[in-house]
T-cell receptor, first 113, second 111 residues
Framework: DTEVTQTPKHLVMGMTNKKSLKCEQHMGHRAMYWYKQKAKKPPELMFVYSYEKLSINESVPSRFSPECPNSSLLNLHLHALQPEDSALYLC????????????FGQGTRLTVV | KNEVEQSPQNLTAQEGEFITINCSYSVGISALHWLQQHPGGGIVSLFMLSSGKKKHGRLIATINIQEKHSSLHITASHPRDSAVYICAVRHSGGGADGLTFGKGTHLIIQP
């Protein structure tokens, strides 16, 4: 199994809603990542979890709250988002070593209305 | 200046043509990745390079560490190769520190 599975694929939410994005992998990878990608732009790193601990937070606003409940799951909790947060949110995983391949999910396309 | 620069930004070619996409980077890296992204979003990893050359089917990737430059080649291009190709680097220093991406090359192969 070399898949990273993200749910949901599409999400529309209001600015007062609370929602969560989910990411799952069963490759035994101990590093998991959240990226944000705006239209026609490259992905931008948001968070890195290594061995279920948050190791990098790229100055992401607190309305985005990551969680890694176990080595296979990564969540991104969303609250009080703004329309400019509408984007494709990509999850990725890799082993924790530097020279290893990264596996990406299909992404969640989020629209904030 | 971006840490990862790709060229060209857009490329339209005829089916069967030999395609080259270039990537230059300005930082020390432990690895360079070539990725493919189709409309709809999902990213597929094509190659991970830390030296030399790799080949997979019609795709070839090379890297010159001294010159901080990599190329992705597609031989006998086909319309299904149409996608955005992204160069991304992992900074040297080890560990899980995410990728820094180039802006991507939007490739269209016309039949």
């Amino acid at each position: 199994d070399t898949e990273v599975t993200q749910t949901p694929k599409h999400l529309v939410m209001g600015m007062t809603n609370k929602k969560s994005l989910k990411c799952e992998q069963h490759m035994g990878h101990r590093a998991m990542y959240w990226y944000k990608q705006k239209a026609k732009k490259p992905p931008e790193l948001m968070f890195v979890y290594s061995y279920e601990k948050l190791s990098i937070n790229e100055s992401v606003p607190s309305r985005f709250s990551p969680e890694c409940p176990n080595s296979s799951l990564l969540n991104l909790h969303l609250h009080a988002l703004q329309p400019e947060d509408s984007a494709l949110y990509l999850c990725a995983s890799s082993t924790s070593w530097a020279n290893t391949e990264a596996f990406f999910g299909q992404g969640t396309r989020l629209t904030v209305v | 200046k971006n840490e990862v620069e790709q060229s060209p930004q857009n490329l339209t070619a005829q089916e069967g043509e030999f395609i080259t996409i270039n990537c230059s980077y300005s930082v020390g890296i432990s690895a360079l990745h070539w990725l493919q992204q189709h409309p709809g979003g999902g990213i597929v990893s094509l190659f991970m390079l830390s030296s030399g050359k790799k080949k997979h089917g019609r795709l070839i990737a090379t890297i010159n560490i001294q010159e901080k430059h990599s190329s992705l080649h597609i031989t006998a291009s086909h319309p299904r190769d149409s996608a955005v190709y992204i160069c991304a680097v992992r900074h040297s220093g080890g560990g899980a520190d995410g990728l820094t991406f180039g802006k991507g090359t939007h490739l269209i192969i016309q039949p």
